[in-house]
């Protein structure tokens, strides 16, 4: 089995690559979804979150907007934020891995691959990338996105260069669909390729 880390800065069209990966047949796991259904009603962070952060949750589970609030700008808080959910994720992630044992390729779409280390446990991995201009466009133009907002995760992540030059594959994503799935078929063609690409 090859493990694939799929990343990419906020705004680069990962999730369409991610789909996209899928829709071949690609056994996905997606980190950002693990961590909204852990974070849901009924999900397993949920009280852990609201002894770390009172009156962030309610009956639909964490408060996204007011735990993002109880977070901005502290970065103790928001280091035991990621102290709780990261390995809450590390475990969904191990339990994906065994159930899909059998895959050749599975991939892990993982937004801070290379931030929080998870580069380590792959064997390959892709890039999403798009110039800066059309990434800020797309972020801006999402509900409630505002640019501090926007700057303060930028700075949390990698570079786009530097993930690009580390990266053994490069999806760029401000060309027609159909050209970016069939880089994504390259990509999987050299996978499947002896030596994985």
Same mark, same amino acid.
């Given at each position: ?19 996209? *990966? ?14 909204? +259904? ?6 397993? =962070? ?6 770390? *952060? ?17 977070? *901005?700008?502290?970065?103790? $808080?928001?280091?035991? =934020? ?15 891995? $065994?159930?899909? $044992? ?5 991939? =892990?779409?993982?937004?801070? =691959? ?54 053994? *594959? ?10 970016? +799935? ?16």
């Amino acid at each position: 089995m090859i493990t694939v880390g799929l990343t990419g800065s906020i705004g680069m069209g990962k999730s369409t690559v991610a789909r996209m *990966f899928a829709e071949e047949g690609v056994p996905l796991f997606d980190a950002d979804e693990t961590v909204h +259904r852990l974070q849901g009603p009924g999900g397993a =962070l949920v009280a852990a979150i609201e002894a770390a *952060f009172p009156d962030t949750t309610g009956t639909e589970g964490v408060d996204r907007t007011a735990l993002r609030e109880a977070v *901005f700008g502290d970065e103790a $808080a928001f280091a035991r =934020l990621e102290a709780l959910v990261h390995p809450a994720v590390a475990r969904e992630r191990d339990a994906f891995l $065994a159930a899909n $044992a059998d895959a050749p390729i599975v991939m =892990l779409d993982v937004p801070l =691959l290379f931030e929080a280390g998870g580069w380590a446990k792959v064997d390959r991995i892709v890039v999403v990338s798009a110039p800066a201009e059309v990434q800020r466009a797309r972020v801006l133009g999402r509900p409630g996105m505002t640019a501090d907002r926007f700057e303060s995760i930028l700075v949390r992540q990698l570079p786009d260069a530097e993930k690009r030059a580390r990266a053994d *594959f490069v999806i760029t994503t401000d060309a027609p669909l159909e050209d970016t +799935r069939a880089r994504v078929r390259e990509v999987l063609t050299c996978l499947a390729a002896p030596g994985g690409g």
